[in-house]
């Protein structure tokens, strides 16, 4: 999928307990334990990519000081423009806490300059065309000559 960062502006977040924040230093290993056991070890490389850099590219929702969420970009592969991972505690699904978390790296992606942000593997496709006007990547066609049929 892809978001047009063109003439994105920051919505406004739903006043919950949850804070929303950078993720520093001092938080990769509870990250990576929330992700190990919410999601599975698939994660990890791209998390660990985040915290290599110099302003970390991740994003964090604690619930009273708990990791129940967390998103990411420029992590995958290092590859510019690419959001995602992201991911919620199984227990906060439908609270809005994935809407924060997506918007605070879609406006930090436009503040660097970036015209689009491509969500990678993005699923539910539902949440994100709401969320943010995300649309699908067509696929390319294997005809080999161009044409379409």
Not at 73 to 96: C, E, I, W, Y
């Amino acid at each position: 999928m892809i978001v047009s960062l063109r003439s994105y502006s920051f919505p406004a977040i739903r006043i919950t307990d949850i804070t929303y924040r950078r993720a520093e230093q001092n938080d990769v290993i509870s990250l990576i334990n929330f992700i190990i056991k919410e999601f599975g070890n698939g994660w990890i490389d791209s998390i660990e990519n985040g915290f290599l850099k110099d302003k970390i590219s991740i994003y964090i929702a604690l619930d009273d000081k708990e990791i129940v969420g967390f998103a990411c970009f420029d992590v995958v592969r290092n590859k510019k423009g690419l959001f995602g991972p992201m991911g919620t505690a199984h227990s906060k699904k439908v609270q809005g806490i994935g809407y924060g978390l997506l918007h605070m790296c879609l406006r930090e992606m436009k503040e660097k300059g970036y015209e689009y942000a491509v969500i990678g593997e993005a699923g539910p496709l539902e949440f994100y065309e709401k969320a943010c006007n995300a649309v699908v990547i067509p696929k390319p066609s294997n005809c080999r000559d161009g044409s379409t049929g």
